[in-house]
């Protein structure tokens, strides 16, 4: 039986405007209730574990801490993957924390294209626990419509079906007629475009948790209750001790999954872990008439300009919101002070003024819902990371080893199955099983993302949950870290328009008089579009600088270090003065990295890698080296090395003004690195840059950034120096071929098939990671290759930009990595990934961009040379020609 209670008059006056439509009521609470309750239509029994008279387990594989639904499902998908000795750890009772009081709603639906598949896989996983544990885990599956009521958001729903056609899960659009015929009780006067997941809907987060914990049971996991971990420490074979009050269990591992208590658990372990639990709030209905009379049941409803969701609950709804910034509450205290003792099954207080013009606007969405009443609302924890998505994954800090995160996962139950499978691949296989670089734990570096900016970022990403995704997109909290070049201020005195990279601030590209500047997004070309086509312009015809501080540097060293590297590395290490590309891989032939390795001395090597890579592949690097037992010392130099990279035909012309040091292309030849001073600065120059043009970048000390960017700029002067971005230096390399790791380049693909196995060395005599796989691959054959595509587009765009999908003949056949406009060859460019037999040049299919599928031509690489090739070129083309004048 539901009893409701009216509202306390004050609060009732300051939401006239609501209740009026609305007779609030609900059940006055003290500030922390600890009443528990379960929202699903199906409710079942909770199964306990084992009683704790026993002594626990002295030896374990793997201990999970954290009995909620991500826990559990992990420890069910390990146990039935095999492995032995699973482990976990519940302090109070299974689903205590954020698990028991979700609102269960689980969508096929997901703006990241890793994370489709991710709840994709966790839907297979909720149906074969069921099957299998005989647990009903109260699926319903209505599905989800979400509504555009705006045309950007009519766009940004073309835009995410221009990105679904390689992906398993059902989506389609729906007019507002198809949708007011699917849920007859909403308002369509604003209606203009439906998204449309078949098949989804919601669970019942407790009866998932408890299939999961009897299903771990069942293959032979063990789930201790009331079991809290007070201690741990790793030991010196990287195993670790796990301390808890029934006592010590030695674990190989241990993968901390406490939810809102992660960050204490880190702590444990001397970590600070970049989380924040944030207070969600939604209202449960009493019967509603129109939704009583229903004979099915009503689908999910996201509303997303008005940032609510509604869905049926036995005969009413149950409506939640993501209100904006200033209203978000979020418990920063708790990480300073760490979560009350006894807060496990508790709510906080209730506070429906947060969320009134939310409500207001469900109601005008739904007008049955007017005269309804509020039987409970319900306001808890859940744990946000700075940018919403979830830390997955093995953790890397110094001395670290077999520590393991599944935290801030912001949508637990619906993703608990998905995760569940990807982390058991990768803690038994070593190596992950598909790209989810996204939720890489250490992508939020303690060196600059503090407890500020988690706050920040959180507030901010809780708040956006519902916000237009555009492509480029930019978010402004918590920015500028302390991750600024020396040249920072001095370049948005030029009209740098800054993008943000692992906590970096790095130039897009300039706004200079007469351009429009700022944040101006789009799902088609808008303001930076021609001031990058005059970049590019500046670096093909002068000379430009473009700011690289936020590349990872790393230095490898040691007896060990060329063995080492030659065992990561599938290409042949450089000789001492010189600089190679090289890629590491995983034992299944993907591509786990992609660097610059320089030699610097015999025993001493200089790595460089992207911006977002940095601890990703120092982690992978480490982890060998201590598997190995290689005697080397890796230093991370990110942070005390500054980079400027210096393009065009005129970037020699530059430095010449600076150093007496021969620049000539026999003094300083591409992929040779030496030491200069350039201008009273100390300088490890490279020849080489991401342009495919004449360059050096120029690694030095990041105290000297401005004097060396002053120096370059007055001794530029007379050449038409100028300034560049990401943005220009992006569509340079599309033009010249140049693949981008994280796009063309992941654990998805093999090298053979992105088209650079002239990279990869077979021949060569060490077994590099991958190599047997790769010679299995070349017996077999592949089956798809990467191409580049030209692409017909209307004036204003939109351009490619990666993951649309490819149609040929009406089927789905490929997709695109990457795009841009090629502002040299006036195009626009595409690569994609397509079967063999449409990968001939001349060959044409079609790329889906807002709607509509455009044209798409193969064309033979690269469509514009590099200057290394053009320069080698042009010398055997002089070398010909004086041969034939000697011979007349």
């Known amino acids: 039986m539901v009893h409701v209670y009216n509202m306390a008059p004050a609060v009732a006056a300051r939401c006239a405007g609501v209740s009026r439509l609305l007779p609030w009521r609900c059940r006055p609470r003290a500030h922390l209730s600890t009443t528990a309750f379960h929202l699903s239509s199906q409710t079942n029994d909770r199964t306990t574990s084992e009683p ?76 074969e626990v069921e099957r299998e544990t005989g647990q009903d885990v109260g699926f319903h599956g209505p599905g989800t419509i979400r509504l555009a ?80 971990v007070t201690g741990m420490s790793m030991r ?32 444990l372990c001397g970590l600070e872990l970049p989380l924040v639990a944030v207070q969600h709030l939604y209202v449960v209905t ?66 429906l003024d947060r969320i009134s013009e939310y409500l207001e606007a469900a109601m005008d969405m739904i007008p049955a819902a007017r005269n309804a009443d509020i039987a409970r609302d319900v306001c808890g924890p859940i744990t946000c990371t700075p940018n919403h998505l979830p830390l997955i994954g093995p953790y890397m800090a110094p001395g670290l080893r077999n520590y393991w995160l599944a935290a801030g996962v912001f949508a637990g139950v619906l993703q608990s199955g998905g995760l569940g499978k990807y982390l058991t691949h990768w803690i038994m296989n070593g190596e992950p099983p598909y790209d989810l670089t996204e939720v890489d734990p250490n992508r939020f570096s303690e060196s600059w993302c503090n407890r500020n900016f988690v706050a920040a970022k959180c507030r901010e990403s809780y708040a956006f949950n519902n916000i237009i ?90 007896p060990d270090a060329a063995r080492l590297l030659d065992y990561l590395f599938a290409n042949e290490l450089p000789q001492v003065g010189r600089a190679c590309t090289s890629h590491m891989l995983t034992s299944s032939g993907g591509v786990y990295a992609e660097m610059t390795v320089t030699r610097l001395e015999e025993d001493h090597f200089f790595l460089v890698t992207g911006s977002g890579s940095e601890l990703h592949d120092l982690r992978w690097i480490e ?27 005129r970037s020699r012309d530059v430095l010449a003004k600076l150093t007496s040091g021969d620049l000539s292309e026999e003094g300083f030849k591409f992929l040779s690195c030496q030491q200069l001073s350039l201008g009273g600065v100390r300088v490890r120059a490279v020849r080489i840059s991401y342009t495919g043009e004449l360059g050096w970048e120029l690694y030095h000390a990041r105290e000297d950034t401005a004097r060396l960017y002053e120096a370059l700029m007055s001794a530029g002067q007379e050449f038409g120096l100028g300034d560049f971005g990401t943005y220009a230096m992006g ?4 033009e010249k071929g140049f693949r981008g790791w994280g796009a063309e380049m992941t654990v998805d693909n093999n090298p053979l098939e992105a088209g650079f196995d002239s990279f990869i060395k077979m021949d060569k005599p060490a077994d590099f990671i991958g190599k047997q796989t790769l010679q299995q691959l070349q017996q077999e054959g592949l089956t798809r290759k990467l191409v580049c595509l030209t692409v017909e587009v209307e004036e204003n765009g939109p351009d490619a930009e990666g993951n649309e999908t490819i149609w040929h ?43 509509s599928r455009r044209p798409a031509t193969v064309q033979q690489e690269p469509l514009v040379q590099t200057e290394p090739v053009r320069t080698r070129l042009a010398r055997k083309k002089s070398a010909e020609t004086a041969r034939g004048n000697v011979t007349v």
């Open 149 to 228: 009521s705006t045309p950007e958001r009519v766009d940004e729903f073309r835009y995410q079906m221009q990105r679904q056609g390689c992906h398993d899960a059902p989506q389609w659009l729906l007019t507002p007629e198809e949708i007011h015929e699917m849920h007859p009780l909403l308002n369509m006067d604003k209606v203009l475009m439906g998204l449309y997941n078949p098949g989804d809907g919601h669970i019942d987060p407790n009866s998932l948790t408890q299939a999961y914990a009897i299903g771990a049971r069942m293959y032979g996991a063990d789930v201790y209750e009331q079991t809290g």
């Open 623 to 649: 982890d060998h080296v201590w598997k190995g037992g290689y005697d080397v010392t890796i230093t991370n130099v990110t942070d005390n090395m500054g980079v400027l990279g210096i393009a065009g035909p």
């Open 731 to 734: 569509s340079l390399r599309l």
């Open 286 to 351: 009493g019967p509603i008439p129109e939704v009583k009379a229903r004979k099915t049941e009503l689908p999910v409803i996201r509303d997303l300009e008005a940032s609510f969701y509604a869905r049926q609950e036995r005969d009413g709804l149950i409506i939640g919101a993501h209100e904006r910034a200033e209203l978000v509450k979020m418990q920063t205290h708790w990480v300073s002070d760490g979560v009350p003792p006894d807060f496990g099954k508790k709510l906080f207080e209730s506070d």
């Open 52 to 127: 704790l008279s026993r002594r626990l387990k002295d030896e374990a594989n793997t201990v999970i801490i954290g009995g909620g639904v991500v826990g559990t499902g992990l420890a069910y998908c390990l146990a039935k993957a095999g492995q032995k000795d699973v482990v976990l750890l519940e302090k109070t009772e299974l689903t205590a924390g954020s698990t028991w009081h979700a609102p269960g709603n689980a969508t096929y639906y997901n703006p990241g294209i890793s994370m489709k598949k991710v709840q994709w896989e966790s839907f297979k996983v909720f149906k």
């Open 236 to 267: 010196g074979d990287g195993s670790w001790n796990v301390d808890t009050q029934h006592g010590t269990i030695h674990a190989q591992k241990v993968v901390n999954a406490a939810g809102f208590w992660a960050h204490e658990i880190g702590q």
């Open 469 to 558: 995704i555009w492509p480029k997109e930019e978010r402004p909290a918590g920015r500028p870290t302390a991750r600024v070049s020396g040249i920072y201020q001095t370049l948005l005195d030029k009209g740098a328009e800054m993008g943000f990279h692992s906590g970096w601030e790095q130039p897009n590209w300039f706004a200079k008089e007469g351009d429009t500047p700022g944040y101006r997004p789009s799902f088609r070309r808008t303001n930076w579009f021609h001031p990058v086509g005059r970049e590019c312009e500046l670096v093909l015809s002068r000379a430009g600088v473009i700011d690289l501080t936020p590349f990872g540097k790393l230095e490898v060293s040691g």
């Open 809 to 851: 003949q009406g089927k789905v056949v490929g997709n695109t990595t990457s795009g841009a406009y090629g502002y040299q060859i006036q195009k626009s460019i595409a690569y994609a990934y397509v079967p063999l037999h449409l990968a001939e040049p001349g060959t044409v299919v079609e790329v889906e961009l807002l709607g």
